[in-house]
C-alpha cells in the first residue's frame, strides 16, 4: 500500500505565442520529489485542453505538506535545440486536498521565471492525494478524457472593468472553477463527517483561494473628496467623505396661548407634522395651553411625494382627537441652510381652522429649512425612514458618539497581616487574603508563614478606571475555619498613589482590619478593641496601556497617563457610505433588517442610526479621529437592532471589517465595498457587503516614521512587564469595564457588540483556528523553502546558465570583497522596486480561505459555538473524539517544538564536552582553521568554500556532507526526558 499524489492538467488560457506565427506548441512537465513526467504536445493552440492525470509516488506522506509541486508550461521548438518557456506554478503541499472528494478544479497564474521572462496566461489543474492505493497505480492506469470540451476562462470579477481586471493581474487571484467546470459557478464542497483524523491529516485540509464573492471591491462613489470642491457648497471640505443626503427639517419649539377645546376647560395638546404619507408626533401636554416641545423631524427629500407640509396642532382624547389649529407651508418656499451658518431663527405662525380662517387666539413656533446630513439637528432628529418607531423607542435608532473612560492598573502588593483573631483560637489559621474591586475579586495563594502573623508576599493587579470613585474591599478569611472572615477594611481608590513612568515602589501601609459585624458601624469600630491589621502596598501604575483589545489588533497604545501621552500624527476620516444586498434577519417575523454601524477606535465608539426594514440602508454618515500611532486598527461592525418595537433582545452580528492604518496610504481616499462574512455553527455566511470611504492624513511625518524606531507599547511594558499570568485575566476585565461603561449609556451599546467588535472570545480553542495558524506558519516555511529549492537548483546545475552566472558572481564579489555589501543592498533595493508594481490596492481584509471557513467541517463549527466549560449533557463519544483531536494537533506543535528545542541543544553541546569526543574534534578543528585563516587570505578560502558548494553534480555524493553528520550525531537533552 503507498500514497500517491495526482495532478491532473486540465487546460491553459491565454499563453504567450511561442513559434513566430501567433501560436504556440504547449506542454506541461510537472516535477515532484526527483520525478518528472510531462503532458502531450498541443500543436498550435494558446488555448490548449489535455485533461490528463499525472501520477507520482509520495516517499515520506508525513512530510508532503512541507513539500512543493512545481508545474511549468513549455512551447515544443522542434526547430532549435532547446524549448520554449511559456510559465510555471508552484503548489505547497499543504494545500493538497487528502481525497479526491475535496478536490477541485483551481486556476493558477502563470508566473515568471526571471525578471526577462515574457508570461501570460492561466492554467487549470485539479491536485490531490490518494491514501492507500496499491503500488501498481501509475499514470497508465487512468486514461485521459479527449473528448471534453475545453472551457471558457475563468470569469472577472464583478464590478471591476477590463482595464482593472488587467490591472491587478499582479494580485495573482486564484479562480475556483468548482465541479460545474466551465460553468463558472462554484459548487459547494462537501462536509466531511466529523471523525478522529490522524495526526497525518488532521492538517493538512484544503487551503481555497479567496472566492470573487468574497473579495474586496474598489467603487467609485461620488464623493467631494474625489471630485474636488469647486462648485459646491461649504460642507464639502469637512463633510466631503460622504454622499449629500438632502433632508426636510421642521423644528416645532413651543405653541403660545392655545384655545381650549375639552368641556372642563383644558388642553392636552400634541404637534402633528405631515408631508405626503409621513407623518411625525410629538408627545403631548397634559393641561398645558403653552406647550414646549423642542422637537426636530427630518423627512428625507428622496421620499417626498408632495410639496405640501401641514403641522397641525391636535388635542388629545380618549375617542377621537380634535384639531386646535394648523398651518401649511410649500416645500419650493423653504428656505436651505448650509453649516456653518448660524442655526435658523424659530419664527410665530398664527394657527388656522379646518376653513383656514385664523383662530382668534393661538401661535406656534416654528423653524423649516433644507439641509443635509451634516446639519446639527441631523443626529437628533426623528427621520422618516423610521416612522415605524414608537417614541420609547426612537432613543435606540439615533446616531451617538461614546467615549471609554480612561484606565489605569491597579497594583496591590499583599505583604503581610499581625495579630490575626481567628473564631476558633484552639487551632492556627490558614489565612488567605481577598481583594475586590468593581467586580474584580481575587485571592492570594496559602500564607507562606501561617498563624496569626502571617507572610504572603504576592502582587495582585486589577484595572481602575476613572473618575475613580470605588472602593478597594480587603478581606481576611480564614481557610481552617471554612473561609470565614477574620477581618475587613474598606479602601478609597482615590487615595491610592499614582505611579507614573518609574520603577521605585511605593511605600507600604498598614490597614487596620474590622469585624464583619462592627465593619459598617462607626461608633462601634471606635469602641472595639480589634487590633488586627495587614501590611499592603498599593499603587496605580499610569505609566501602561491598559488593554481591553488583542495587542496585534489594538486601536490604541496610549499610556494611560496624561503627561506621557505624545502629539497626534494625522487624522483618520471614516464615512459609512452605506449596505448591500443585507440578508433578513426578521425574516421570520414578516420583517427585513434593522441595520446599524458601530466604529470603534481608540477610546472613542461611533453608532450610526438605524435603518428600519432595510436591506439596502444608505447611512453617509461621517467621523473623525486623532490618530497617536499609524501601527493600530480600525473596527466596523454591523448589527442588527433588536431593540425596536417592544423588543428587547440581543443585537445580531452581520459582520465587521478591520482596516489597519499602517496599510494606508497618506491623504488617498479609499472607497471600497467590504464582504460582511461571519462564523455561524451552520458555516461561513454573507450578509451583504458594506461600502466605506476611509482616508488617513498625516499631520506630523518625522513623529510617525520615528515611531517605526520605538517600541510599540510604552515603555514601563518593558522596564517592569506584567506577568503573563495577568494579561489576559486584565484584558476581560477591561473589556467588562468598557461593557458596563457603553451598556449604561443612552441609547446603550450592548454586551454582545462590545464582546463582538474587541473580541472578547479569541483566545478560545478552535479547530479552525489551529488550521489556519498552521496554514500560516506553512505559507511563512513555503517562502524559505522555496529560496532554499532555488539554491539547491544552483548548486545542482539544474539552470546552468544562472548557475554560471552565479560563478561569475562569486568571483568577483571575492576579488572584490568591498563589493559584497553594496551588492547585497542593491539587490534588495531592486526587489523593492520591482515590486512596487504589485502592491495591494485595497487594504486587507477577513480572508475566508485563510480562515479556513469555507472548509469547516460541522463538527468543528459546534465545537467552536459550544460554552465553556462543556456541558453535562454532552454526549461522550463527542467529547471523546474531539479530545483525540485536539491531543493530535496539539502532538504536531509538541514534535515541531521538540525539533526545534533538540537543534539548539546541539549547538550548545558543541563546546559543553558533553559528548568529550565531539568536543574535542570540534575544538581541533576550530583551531586548525584559525591557522589557516591566519595564513591564508580569506578571499581564496571564500572562493573555495564557494566553488565546492556550486560544484557540478558529477562530484557530489548522495549521502549527506560530513558537517551534517557530525551535527546530527551530537546529543541534546532528549535523552533525558521521561
Not at 171 to 179: E, K, Q
Not at 342 to 366: N, T
Not at 881 to 896: F, H, K, L, S
Request: proline residues 7%; charged residues 25%.
Amino acid at each position: 500500500m503507498a500514497t500517491k499524489l495526482v495532478v491532473e492538467v486540465l487546460d491553459a488560457t491565454d499563453l504567450m505565442p511561442k513559434d513566430g506565427h501567433g501560436s504556440a506548441n504547449p506542454f506541461v512537465e510537472v516535477e515532484f520529489e526527483g520525478q518528472r513526467k510531462r503532458t502531450s504536445t498541443k500543436h498550435k493552440s494558446l488555448n490548449p485542453t489535455w485533461n490528463e492525470k499525472l501520477v507520482f509516488n509520495v516517499k515520506n506522506p508525513i512530510a508532503l505538506p512541507t513539500q512543493s509541486i512545481e508545474v511549468f508550461v513549455y512551447n515544443d521548438n522542434n526547430h532549435g535545440h532547446h524549448r520554449n518557456f511559456l510559465g510555471k506554478i508552484r503548489i505547497s503541499g499543504s494545500s493538497v486536498p487528502s481525497s479526491e472528494d475535496q478536490a477541485e478544479p483551481q486556476s493558477y497564474p502563470l508566473d515568471k521565471r526571471g525578471i526577462f521572462s515574457h508570461v501570460r496566461g492561466h492554467l487549470a489543474l485539479r491536485v490531490h492525494a490518494l491514501h492507500g492505493q496499491s503500488s501498481s497505480t501509475d499514470e497508465s492506469s487512468v486514461e485521459p478524457d479527449q473528448e471534453e470540451a475545453p472551457p471558457p476562462p475563468p470569469p472577472p470579477l464583478e464590478h471591476k472593468t477590463n482595464d482593472e481586471s488587467k490591472k491587478e493581474r499582479g494580485m495573482r487571484t486564484f479562480y475556483s472553477l468548482g465541479t460545474g467546470y466551465g460553468s463558472g459557478v462554484q459548487a459547494p464542497t462537501p462536509k466531511p463527517e466529523p471523525t478522529s483524523a490522524s495526526a497525518v491529516t488532521v492538517m493538512q485540509m484544503l487551503a481555497p483561494a479567496q472566492k470573487p464573492e468574497y473579495e474586496v471591491v474598489e467603487t467609485t462613489p461620488p464623493l467631494a473628496a474625489r471630485l474636488g470642491y469647486w462648485g459646491r457648497d461649504k460642507t464639502a471640505s469637512t463633510y466631503d467623505m460622504v454622499e449629500p443626503m438632502e433632508y426636510l427639517y421642521v423644528s416645532v419649539v413651543r405653541a403660545m396661548d392655545l384655545p381650549v377645546k375639552d368641556v372642563t376647560g383644558s388642553l392636552d395638546p400634541y404637534v402633528e407634522v405631515k408631508i405626503g404619507n409621513y407623518k411625525g408626533v410629538t408627545k403631548h401636554f397634559e393641561k398645558n395651553q403653552n406647550p414646549v416641545w423642542n422637537k426636530v423631524f427630518a423627512f428625507s427629500k428622496e421620499m417626498l411625494q408632495t410639496s405640501l407640509i401641514e403641522v397641525t396642532v391636535k388635542d388629545k382624547d380618549v375617542s377621537k382627537d380634535d384639531l386646535v389649529g394648523k398651518v401649511t407651508f410649500e416645500v419650493p418656499d423653504v428656505p436651505t441652510r448650509v453649516p456653518p451658518d448660524s442655526p435658523l431663527a424659530a419664527q410665530s405662525y398664527k394657527l388656522l381652522d379646518k376653513e383656514g380662517q385664523l383662530l382668534k387666539r393661538g401661535d406656534i413656533m416654528l423653524a423649516i429649512w433644507m439641509g443635509t446630513q451634516a446639519d446639527e439637528a441631523f443626529p437628533r432628529a426623528w427621520h422618516s425612514d423610521a416612522y415605524t418607531i414608537n417614541e420609547d423607542d426612537m432613543i435606540t435608532t439615533r446616531s451617538k458618539v461614546y467615549y471609554t473612560p480612561r484606565m489605569y492598573y491597579l497594583r496591590v502588593h499583599v505583604i503581610a497581616a499581625q495579630d490575626l483573631v481567628p473564631s476558633d483560637e484552639s487551632k492556627p489559621p490558614d489565612p488567605i487574603v481577598r481583594v475586590e474591586i468593581a467586580g474584580q475579586g481575587r485571592t492570594t495563594r496559602a500564607a507562606t508563614t501561617k498563624g496569626v502573623n502571617p507572610e504572603w508576599n504576592q502582587e495582585l493587579m486589577y484595572v481602575a478606571c476613572e473618575p475613580l470613585n470605588e472602593y478597594i474591599r480587603v478581606s481576611v478569611e480564614d481557610n481552617a475555619a471554612g473561609g470565614e472572615t477574620i477581618g475587613r477594611c474598606l479602601i478609597p481608590v482615590r487615595d491610592v498613589p499614582k505611579r507614573v513612568e518609574t520603577t521605585k515602589l511605593t511605600d507600604a501601609k498598614w490597614y487596620v482590619l474590622q469585624k464583619v459585624s462592627v465593619a459598617g458601624n462607626e461608633e462601634d469600630q471606635k469602641k472595639d478593641k480589634f487590633a488586627s491589621r495587614v501590611l499592603l502596598r498599593l499603587s496605580i501604575d499610569t505609566g501602561y496601556h491598559v488593554l481591553d483589545e488583542s495587542i496585534h489588533l489594538a486601536s490604541d497604545l496610549q499610556p494611560g497617563a496624561g503627561q506621557l501621552r505624545k502629539a497626534s500624527v494625522g487624522i483618520l476620516e471614516l464615512g459609512i457610505l452605506g449596505a448591500r444586498n443585507l440578508q433578513k434577519m426578521k425574516g421570520k417575523e414578516g420583517k427585513l433588517t434593522d441595520a446599524y454601524c458601530v466604529a470603534k477606535y481608540g477610546n472613542k465608539w461611533v453608532r450610526t442610526r438605524t435603518l428600519v426594514d432595510n436591506l439596502h440602508p444608505l447611512w453617509n454618515e461621517q467621523y473623525t479621529w486623532d490618530v497617536y500611532d499609524s501601527c493600530t486598527v480600525i473596527t466596523i461592525g454591523v448589527f442588527d437592532n433588536n431593540h425596536v418595537n417592544g423588543r428587547d433582545g440581543k443585537d445580531q452580528r452581520m459582520g465587521k471589517v478591520r482596516i489597519r492604518l499602517s496599510t494606508l496610504e497618506t491623504d488617498r481616499v479609499y472607497t471600497h465595498a467590504y464582504p460582511l462574512l461571519v462564523i455561524t455553527p451552520s458555516g461561513l455566511k454573507k450578509n451583504g457587503e458594506l461600502h466605506l470611504a476611509i482616508r488617513f492624513t498625516c499631520t506630523a511625518w518625522v513623529h510617525m516614521l520615528a515611531q517605526y524606531g520605538r517600541p510599540l507599547l510604552p515603555k514601563m511594558h518593558y522596564i517592569q512587564p506584567i506577568h503573563i499570568k495577568h494579561v489576559e485575566l486584565l484584558r476581560h476585565f477591561a473589556s467588562t469595564i468598557v461593557g458596563s461603561t457603553l451598556g449604561r449609556a443612552e441609547p446603550p451599546l450592548g454586551g454582545e457588540v462590545v464582546e463582538y467588535m474587541t473580541d472578547a472570545d479569541n483566545h478560545i480553542y478552535s479547530m479552525r483556528k489551529s488550521k489556519a495558524a498552521f496554514h500560516r506558519l506553512m505559507l511563512v516555511i513555503n517562502v524559505v523553502q522555496d529560496v532554499a529549492t532555488w539554491f539547491r537548483d544552483i548548486c545542482l546545475w539544474k539552470k546552468p546558465l544562472t548557475t554560471l552566472l552565479v560563478h561569475l558572481l562569486l568571483v568577483t564579489l571575492i576579488c572584490y570583497p568591498e563589493l559584497i555589501f553594496p551588492t547585497l543592498f542593491l539587490y534588495l533595493f531592486s526587489i523593492g522596486m520591482w515590486n512596487y508594481r504589485l502592491k495591494p490596492r485595497h487594504p486587507p481584509h477577513m480572508d475566508a480561505a485563510l480562515s479556513q471557513a469555507e472548509g469547516a467541517t460541522s463538527d468543528e463549527l459546534d465545537e467552536e459555538f459550544e460554552p465553556f466549560p462543556t456541558p453535562q449533557n454532552r454526549l461522550l463519544d463527542i467529547v471523546k473524539m474531539r479530545y483525540d483531536r485536539i491531543r493530535t494537533v496539539a502532538g504536531r506543535v509538541q514534535t515541531v517544538s521538540a525539533d526545534m528545542a533538540i537543534q539548539a541543544e546541539r549547538i550548545l553541546c558543541l563546546l559543553s564536552w558533553r559528548d568529550p569526543r565531539a568536543t574535542a574534534i570540534f575544538t581541533a578543528f576550530s583551531f586548525m582553521w584559525a591557522v589557516l585563516l591566519y595564513i591564508t587570505p580569506f578571499q581564496i578560502i571564500a572562493l573555495l568554500i564557494g566553488l565546492f558548494v556550486l560544484r557540478h553534480p558529477k562530484f557530489r555524493y548522495k549521502v549527506p556532507p560530513i558537517p551534517v553528520n557530525f551535527f546530527k550525531r551530537l546529543p541534546s537533552r532528549s535523552d533525558s526526558l521521561l
